[in-house]
């Protein structure tokens, strides 16, 4: 459990580098990551490779203490290669190139530069694989950040064509696969087949999925040619910093080529920018962010990175991007580090070291000011290495599993059926809803074929069963909306879903809700946004008498959306089953076992006492935004 | 009165046909509209034609004892129609391509196309046109569904240049009538006259009316070359499926070409999608659609059909596209049908029988499900189809006469000059009204010379009086507002409007008011929205003095849009001018005569005791969505 | 003082011009503004003149005693000047052309179109120039009216690097500059810079600054080219007539080149279209407009001006272009002339003299109907007319000068860091505290270097210090929020700011606020929207503890965006210090002190005892939408 952080000696006077150095392994930092904005720095001509600032760089952080982790520069190609490779660009849903002058300003479909990337790759690999101070790397930076997944260029069409040829064989498979006769879509060949966009109405939704599949690809393609590259020229580890709430690529695909995967961290970014939350509970957490939006990112990351994962980047300060950029509340710099470690992270890097007074990110806080004298944040890192060693976290198996699977998500933002039906905001309700009665939780991925490790495993919105393990699974499994509701082509199947072993239950039909008609529960709360009519003997009944729950305390499907009064009666009901403890945690408290440590972590605005609220825990009071362990 | 379905032969294996049929037959169904949709498989590359399929289709239906209506498809051009003819894609107002990959992709104005389509329209008459089992046709599929009725293509603009070519003989009569010296927008000849988009702020009024009246006129033209190549060869009835409020072409002047309106009426998707009641009138009857909506279209397309018409496609469960879809309330499949049949349709035919499992709609409900088990709307079919015998409505004339014409809501949508000014609103308030008095209504198209049918006609918001007969209208006359408030040309009239024969009122200026700023009227109620400074003698006033109403009781002209208060009471008083019987309907609960016949027709979630709010009824309650009719 | 109106003799016959004439005189008028839309009547084809309309109504006009402002009509470029240079047109941000079809339909950037338009002023001034009746001219018309100043055409990216090239010498220097090593944005040479439009995240903050610049400087240039060609030809004084809340170019700019600034005040629309008020507050004002909104303009003009400056289009009734357009209120087409003249306006002049029944504009209100009655302001205009004599209105310096400057707007635009953040809307939150003390101000300009003519100087939002005269300023000073924040370069300048000699300030961080949290003041009030971390000694502190404002009560830094009570508490307590008096007018109520005279406006719809609240004034009440003047 080592802290970071993120470092541009390229916009500092190189006789600051070594004050800098000195003052970060002062701090307590260990790693320092560099370079990956750098491309019009190394290589400011094509050619033309200016080596030997970096050179210096690393050397003088390295001969301070610090560890390197070396960036790919590969999110910022220069001028100049957007002058060799014209059509480099991404174009938007429209059909307006997406240009110079920003970052990420590629198509991931473009073999021009993927050839470019695999060379700045190699090339850097050729000089820092072996330096001992370069102890990790990473590729790129923040697939996906400002929609960049899909592209609509020339280089994607062709690419897309290729793609279908492969998956489908034949033109026939392809219009029998998206039931192309509906609407007289068919193909005579490959070649007429062009991108989802600029249509009339909406497209084929099966035209749809398999563009996002697609488009997915090409990111773990691109991904894994530079992984290719540096692989023989370094032992380091290989790792992306990913993103927030970014569903439009599969990050477990991405992941299997990589060693460590890690995330980009801004609560309050993210809650204000990216929540489904009412207004009033963004107001409530502006200054510390969503109690779980942090934890269920740092789960599944755990389990892209197969175990091993970090915080690349954790936000320090106000940030610049957010509708509304508050200051964080006192200790917050500190908490958010120590969640993710309680999470098993194995690092966690501040973004970043000293605020640039210039270019886009000039009102983006750092560790310092941009007179160096030090923000809120430096203090609170320095708390954190001070604290550190006399914790080691475990992280085990957690006792629950939930399945998030980023194919379901294509599906239901391609077919929503009703205007709230995100797939992300579904899976995130059963997770705060689990977080709320205290379980720790492990994010489990689609194709896992065994899920006996969990002692209850939930899934909600999974598309098609796929390879999931829930024929043999014994343990208690909470199954559903949706679940199972299409065959993955894209249709319907038949017999009717949800074709879950070992529960009768038959969704007759479905129907979204108004976000002001719930449909009112017999046992208590109601479903929301969503509703199946589902036939078969009821576990639990809808008001108006329509089964809402078919199946076993064991085993069970689950016709909609539960509210937050049903989600926790439910998933508290199910937990029991299981035969695992319950809590019922008041706003913004929440608590995460790892190995033989429990850690409260307090969001709030205000103190609590823990024992009262979780048995067990030390006596006292738990501070308004603050941290707490002991050994449970 | 029958009933019908819309059925997909190419949709399912050829062995299902058969059962499909006599599941019809036996439901009571009697119509089965096919073929709309099936241009690839009916000729999967140019000239190369597969008929077979289609007629065995034919037969097997026919054989079944259905009669069938073959629809044309050119609602879908197949992909090689589309490299044939690269230009014949519509482009929307910012010059985007509105391509291939869903439906209706084609531009109005492209003659490549419609060659094309009467091309394939002509195949099909020579094929089928004297087939005993084919005994209607429908021609193409929802004109202006995904608001397709205006394109910017190449295509579009020649065909405008020559249209107003056609209308003015001059450049010089142009530039008069649309008053092009006002920002030296004065052109020299035709050619330089581009359509009226991607313009720096608004175009010309009179320009746009000028782009709508042309862009209606396109789609009348292509509709019509369908029906000359279909006339020659098929004695049946042709039809086209109308939409609901859909304004933007004429449908009196398509429907002047056909034999027969039919519309498809999703009353629940229009309530959610495109209805401007209030939130909470949406989430009341959310599960049974507003109750003057069906009925308002189904006058307006007796009209449009000359009193032919039918319900081409008539919901029957959850659909697809709404922000939400939820479940119909039990008995609305069948209440739909009977309201139909209190207006006169002499077929409802639900869309579709067997829910697709594919594609862009198979979320869209049957009769059937997928897995072929009954749907809910099946059974309510077939209660349906038992009903019928037992009645036999003549439509006759209503009591009231309503004015609704095209021109008006291009016009209004040109310039609506306060936000909220739409004219399809301002006529469905009105309707609204007379509903809720339980009047009967006839719409009237706006070149209706003879009024004296009715014993009281409405004429809110008609553009201009052009060759309606309101001189000699002896009967009871409400009329604005802003009616006759311009030109042909759209040009403010001098002297001043409303220009109403027998009424001594001036339009001095008026206001568009703020939906929180009503003007109250003296005798109760408001305008909002919209009210006229009126000279002249006071029927009545509003609360400042300024005059709201003048004229007589018999004849008058009217300032303002009156809220639902003023609607009642103003509306009341004419129609007891009138001599018309009224009543006080409460909500959901609504009445139409037709002939001998009286129905009641309850859209309200509970019962009402029918005689208490319509005397004469039968004694007992009319239950939550169901149908009651008697003798009158 | 003199009243006027616009007129376009092109609309109307040649026979009425001598009536409307002898009418606009008889009414009280004086000037008549002409000409400046009618181009295609001038020279309906390249070089070919038709004078001799506009020399008989200039001759007309002139002999029936009115003075003539003579428009240049080159915001309406005719058909034929496009079809001559077709890449005269600007772009929008997506790269979609903004063509012909209304008016402003041109690329300030666009050589070709100025060429013609400095040739048609040319032509004018030689035929005009002298004519005696010709006593003032307008150039073009409402420069960035339908946010025209940014272009995105290859004219405007040829232009830009020309103008980079000139301001940086060399693209090391603007790399520097700019910050470009942030994400290796760095170019190679000016070729390499486009306009900072169609990127994939924000582009460089420096960079959109630097376009803003250049697409103002390219306003002026346009401009500047024209007084250029007729300074030669006439010595009647050159106006342009600028817009309401306008600030994408510089207008002190511009108008450095001109004789006097003038501006076209709807104050109704810019309420209801252009005002960052509650719905109450618009609710209320519906019909008079924003008390505050027209006072500042015609002290931002006056400034413009140089002391001199016009209303030259004054609103006279309901409008066209609003979301919502009610009827004025009696009295307002009096009271806003009124205001104006107690501002300094030496003229008024309503638009128009007769409402057109054509084209765009056919709903705007006139001082005629259409059909020639008198509107209602014609009356209201004649009244104006009977009282100026005896008032002569002598400006002087007011008590209060408050900085505004249109580079700190473009700077915040491009850099807000919360939603709510817009300089205009702050400034003006000081303005309409100002104006409820009742206290006059004069507008300052961010170069004015000696500011010793004020009593009290307010400084909110002010990107950079410049040239401003703060060192040397002895009177008492408010400065902030983020005044001095950036460099020229928008760049974070170290040592942090404010910058503000004598106040011992630093802004350590800032954060911006959601609306619905205010950080409240310790002395009562909150700041909203903008807190900044301030360090330093507190004159004031937020109930947090944090410092709110720092210095001394004659010289404060304010670290925040004062709410309503805020802002009246901190603006009195500094008035106070200067030793003015202040008052506490109500809602509607404001002063103006010109000269010898103090002038009373009241905006409310209720009267008001003029004593209670302006203490020496005479007694009586004060009518809703009346005005009332006394010596002071």
Known sequence: MKLGVCYYPEHWPEEQWAEDAARMVETGLIWVRIGEFAWSRLEPEEGDFRWE?????????????????????????????????????ALDKHGHVRGFGSRRHYCFSHDGYRGEAVRIARLMGERYGRNSHVQAWQIDNEYGCHDTIYSYSDAAAVAFRQWLEARYGSIEALNDAWGNVFWSMEYRHFGEVFLPNLTVTEPNPSHVLDFKRFSSDQVARLNRAQVLALRPLTDAPLIHNYMGRIVEFDHFAVGADLD??????YPMGFLEDRSDQPEEVKRRFARSGDPDFQAFHHDLYRAVGKGRWWVMEQQPGPVNWAPHNPDPAPGMARLWAWEAFAHGAEAVCYFRWRQAPFAQEQMHAGLLRPDSVAAPALGEAAQVASELPGVEVETGTAPVGLVFDYESAWA????????????FRLVFDFYR?????????????????????????????????????????EGVLVAGPRSGSKTADFQMPVPLPPGLPGVAATVARVESLRADSPVPLEDGGAFRFWREVLEGEALEA??????????????????????????????????????????????????????????????????????????????GRIGAHDVSWWLR
């Open 53 to 89: 600032w970096l050179d210096r760089a690393v050397k003088v952080l390295g001969e301070a203490g610090l560890q390197v982790v070396m960036g790919t520069p590969t999110a910022t190609p220069p001028r100049w290669v957007c002058e060799k490779h014209p059509g480099l660009f």
């Open 260 to 265: 460590i995967a890690s995330w980009d961290s």
């Open 412 to 423: 239901w933002a391609a077919q929503p059926q009703g205007a709230e039906f995100d797939y």
């Open 433 to 473: 809803g689990l977080r709320r009665l205290g379980l720790s939780v492990d994010i489990v991925p689609r194709d896992c074929a065994d899920l006996s490790p969990w002692k209850m495993v939930v899934v909600p919105g999974l598309m098609h069963w796929g390879d999931l393990g829930v024929d043999a699974y």
């Open 542 to 619: 809808a008001e108006d008498g329509v089964p809402a729950r078919i199946g076993t305390a064991r085993r069970q499907y689950l016709g909609g959306w539960p509210d937050d009064e049903a989600m926790m009666r439910i998933l508290r009901e199910a937990a029991e089953e299981a035969g695992l403890e319950t809590l019922d945690l008041p706003e913004g408290l929440r608590v995460r076992d790892a190995g033989k440590w429990r850690f409260a972590i307090n969001y709030a605005d205000r103190s609590w006492k823990l024992g009262k609220h979780i048995p067990g825990a030390p006596s």
